[in-house]
T-cell receptor, first 113, second 114 residues
């Protein structure tokens, strides 16, 4: 595998379910990011990790819980979501948290029913 | 905070037409500037970048020049193809007192007809 991978690619979950999104980067980067992309809205930064430490939480509701066990892996744990949380969730990585370009995964299309 | 403004889409062109997508930024100092492209069903991927004033980024026939005097980074291509149909995002990062997290524009959808 190369680049940034995300699993699953599609997820349908009920509002009472608990699920997790997984992101893995094979680029040797030290910073990882979660974004939410909704139709007709700007790309929303959710969380940033730099060298496994969370450096940004962009006022994200607590029903989204990130985890970064090492610099290569990033998870987004989901519980008791709302229908408005349906979106494309994108993971990205960069060399470090700085003025470096980001490399994105293909995203997980989440539908909350 | 900083903001990046792109022209509203969709932009609809015929194959081989000239493309311009405008982008302006508000960050002060000398932020790095990027264009990303998102093809249907995929994540964003870097198209080109420029890190200092008057730099020209280029890739796959696309070009953009870092204009400090007009705080702009317009994307151009001389002859578009159907395969260029995608959403294009302008972004800035860094600058004086600026965040090292990218600020993205809202994206401009490009549709190219044969």
């Amino acid at each position: 595998e190369t680049g940034v991978t995300q699993t699953p690619r599609h997820l349908v979950m009920g509002m009472t379910n608990k699920k997790s999104l997984k992101c893995e980067q094979h680029l040797g980067h030290n910073a990882m990011y979660w974004y939410k992309q909704s139709a007709k809205k700007p790309l929303e930064l959710m969380f940033v990790y730099n060298f496994k430490e969370q450096t940004e939480n962009n006022s994200v509701p607590s029903r989204f819980s990130p985890e970064c066990p090492n610099s290569s892996h990033l998870f987004l744990h989901l519980h008791t979501l709302q229908p408005e949380d349906s979106a494309l969730y994108l993971c990205a990585s960069s060399q470090e948290r700085g003025a470096y370009e980001q490399y994105f995964g293909p995203g997980t299309r989440l539908t909350v029913t | 905070g900083n903001s990046v403004t792109q022209m509203e889409g969709p932009v609809t062109l015929s194959e081989e037409a000239f493309l311009t997508i405008n982008c302006t930024y508000t960050a002060t100092g000398y932020p790095s500037l990027f264009w990303y492209v998102q093809y249907p069903g995929e994540g964003l991927q870097l198209l080109l970048k420029a890190t200092k004033a008057d730099d020209k980024g280029s890739n796959k026939g696309f070009e953009a020049t870092y204009r400090k005097e007009t705080t702009s980074f317009h994307l151009e291509k001389g002859s578009v193809q159907v395969s260029d149909s995608a959403v294009y995002f302008c972004a800035d990062q860094g600058g004086t007192g600026g965040s090292y997290i990218p600020t993205f524009g809202r994206g401009t959808s490009l549709i190219v007809h044969p």
